[in-house]
């Protein structure tokens, strides 16, 4: 299968704490993305990177940043976890931003008690 | 970004085919035509996309109106394995960047 890996699975964390989920692929993608998924929202565009250092905010961006020091790591970070940052996150890769299919990881299931 | 309309939710039995709809009457130019499903548990999957001609591969085909305004996507002999929400995004790649999502269209297939 397409080499995207998210990590860690499955989180649980507290109230104010920060959160670091980490997107990593083989492919040599230039394009990767985040999103959430919530109950009612469908999937929302978080951030996303279009190389190396060069990263631009999507729909909805508050309370979160990114940063891409490597071409196959998309790293996402809740500065200080809110309970309304419960969510499903995925990341996605792309080669070319039109032409080709975005390929997603299996998710990040991230529960702020 | 162009708005589309999808049933909430169809129903098809077990090795029929498949015909799902998407109006997108605002589409623009530029804009190619994406499918997305998303099976239970799992992250969404590339489909098929395409910007004015017909298009087939190995999972469904997409048929496109003359008008650009409306799509189909047809799976020609549906198995249990394709219960899945199904997202019709027109995009472009350019603007704000990234795949927006709306609520898609949730297919039930009966044994």
């Known amino acids: 299968d397409a080499g995207i890996t998210q990590s860690p699975r499955h989180k649980v964390t507290e109230t104010g704490t920060p959160v670091t989920l980490r997107c990593h692929q083989t492919?040599?993608?230039?394009?990767m993305y985040w999103y959430r998924q919530d109950p009612g929202h469908g999937l929302r565009l978080i951030h996303y990177?279009?190389?190396?250092?060069?990263?631009d905010k999507g729909e909805v961006s508050d309370g979160y940043s990114v940063s891409r020091s490597k071409t196959e790591d998309f790293l996402l970070t809740l500065e200080s976890a809110t309970s309304s940052q419960t969510s499903v996150y995925f990341c996605?890769?792309?080669?070319?931003?039109?032409?080709?299919?975005?390929?997603f990881g299996s998710g990040t299931r991230l529960t702020v008690v | 970004d162009a708005k589309t309309t999808q049933p909430n939710s169809m129903e098809s039995n077990e090795e029929e085919p498949v015909h799902l709809p998407c109006n997108h009457s605002?589409?623009?130019?530029?804009?190619?035509i994406h499918w997305y499903r998303q099976l239970p548990s799992q992250g969404p999957e590339y489909v098929i996309h395409?910007?004015?001609s017909n298009v087939n591969n190995r999972m469904a085909s997409l048929a496109i109106a003359e008008d650009r305004k409306s799509s189909t996507l047809i799976l020609h002999r549906a198995t249990l394995r394709d219960a899945a929400v199904y997202y019709c995004?027109?995009?472009?790649?350019?603007?704000?960047?990234?795949?927006?999502f709306g609520k898609g269209t949730h297919l039930i297939i009966q044994p």
């Open positions: 996605a890769i792309s080669e070319e931003r039109f032409n080709y299919g975005y390929t």
């Open positions: 492919e040599n993608h230039r394009y």
């Open positions: 990177s279009y190389g190396v250092k060069d990263t």
């Open positions: 605002t589409i623009s130019g530029t804009d190619y």
């Open positions: 395409g910007l004015t």
């Open positions: 995004i027109p995009y472009s790649g350019g603007g704000a960047d990234g795949l927006t």
